[in-house]
């Protein structure tokens, strides 16, 4: 069993293995808001009956927490043994405690994700306090707003989710979101009038989307509002802003974009060269700590900003020098990788003037960008003979990476791919780069899936994690938290939006395939890019027969990439059952290579041994 899950942010609720469970008397829910409140902290049984009745208990109080108690542990673990300890509502001495992790409680996530905002840069806040608020579904412990044991803790939240909706707000105006900011604000002036510094960014907000009368409308309003509900005039913050509207104070507007956000202006001052590079060299550390969308758009501003310079060495420096690995073989920006390939393919065009190792740079970045192809081997293999014959190790690490990248032109390639992912490693230590030593160790526990060797990728995996957690590399836990969902425990770890590529679809998929191991039936859902090589499965499964025999014959072949097995043996299972001759062979063809690995390289999705598909079509009628 999963740990449960929690809800405070409205009607409180619990969840147990994705199933809500009942907590269908008051008393239930008020003990656990108590417990939930205290975060982990014991309460005695004589407080907890102090704060459940105000007046005098009733005799028979101390058995009527314990049968609620019972009941509760009922509810929150249905499926343990009788007599059995339990592990979440526990006996501490003479009172009880919840025990549970970090994220089981929506308010605790809430929290954390503030906090985690607070040092980030405005995009990336945007988006973790986007997402926090989300977590809102109502007010904290809404049925018991007037019980005492509520009062601080939902005081405390309550302000904590106006400072959060402030900090968002903020976060879309440095960036030039302004329109977006309005109605985010629009409702925090409605539920906390008395907070001045929600009028002053709705104001700002409205004039910086053009909107000037609205702005200072919101100003009056919020004059009338302070003066009738608080008896106060405004403070000298509203008062300056209101003349600076009137008067189109310059200053109001977005300020020109600095360090990463270079502008065309700002390109044509003194030490352009200097702040591209130095830009350069940022984006890689923003992409590896987790602010990937960030530093994607960033990348593309500071590559067209170097091609405006008109410099050939200067643009091939920048789009070389982002040396950041791969280990998903599925863009989370199609649209940015082909500007940054095509960038690459004009600049080693258009100059001789650039050096080995910057040439080295471009070839790997272009087979790197154009994952799921495994048209650019010639690319990486250059690359990686360049940086062997100049001795350089983290060149000699990139061009490693970019040429797993290309390592699917078949099927059953997962002991070259777990060679490189060797060889990435032993580099990377030897290179001092604990970047790569993560991607060479991620290639390898990918690999080892495909090799079924399960406890060698847990190794991995356990390596991936020590390393991530030490060097702050968040992202690699998304990759092994995945693994262990797959093939170690029924864990179910978010997927962050932060990596489209990887995540969308992915969940669907997961979840299709499971059910096709385990021969029951399969469920539709949002499936992604992987959506035209499911459907005729899901066609046929729906007794539209006519329809999937369509798609099928009319499917093309599937990506190069990790889900390369997966997918040919969706496609081989869909073509046995309608009997389609000329999609058999063509499937078992695919898959021949590969008969000795598992259908299961990307180490996320499992879809088991491949030679049991390769039995299917043999088996198949081929008339």
Known sequence: MSCPQFRVLGPIQVTVDGVVRQLSKRRHREIVGILLSLRGGVISTQDLIAELWDDAPPAGAVGAVRTFVGELRRIIEPNRLPRSPAKVLVTVGDGYSLRLSADAVDAWRFEAAVESAGTALPEKADSVLSAALAEWQGE?????????????????????????????????????????????????????????????????????????????????????????DLGVDPGPALSALEIQILRRDPNLELPEPTGLGLTAAAYSRSGTRAQLEASNAVLGSLAVTGDVKTAQTQRIATIRAAQSVDDAELTARIIGGYDIPGIWTRSDNREATEVVVAAAEHTLASTARISDRTRARLLATIAMESRGTADRQAEAQEAESIATRLGDEQLHCFALSARFMQEFHRTGLAKERADIGAQLTALAISADSPTFEINGRLIRMQALCALDDIPAANAEADAVDELAARHERPLAAVFTGRFRSAFIDDSDPPLPDAMPGFTHGLAALTRFTREMTQGSNISDGDFGPYEPWVRPLLMLRADRRQDATHALRTLPAPPNDLLLEVTWCVIAQTAVELGEAATIQRAFSALAPAGGERAAGSGVVDLGNVKRFLELLEAAPKG
Do not use: H, I, K
Not at 159 to 171: G, I, Q, T
């Open 140 to 228: 904290a412990f809404e049925e018991f707003a007037e019980r005492p044991w509520s009062r601080s803790v939902r005081t405390r939240l309550g302000d904590l989710r106006f400072s959060a909706v402030e900090r968002c707000a903020n976060a879309r105006l440095a960036v030039g979101r302004a329109d977006e900011a309005v109605p985010l604000l629009e409702g925090q002036v409605t539920a906390a009038p008395w907070r001045e510094e929600g009028w002053a960014l709705l104001a700002l907000a409205l004039y910086r989307s053009q909107r000037q009368g609205e702005a200072l409308a919101v100003l009056r309003t919020a004059r009338m509002r302070l003066r009738r």
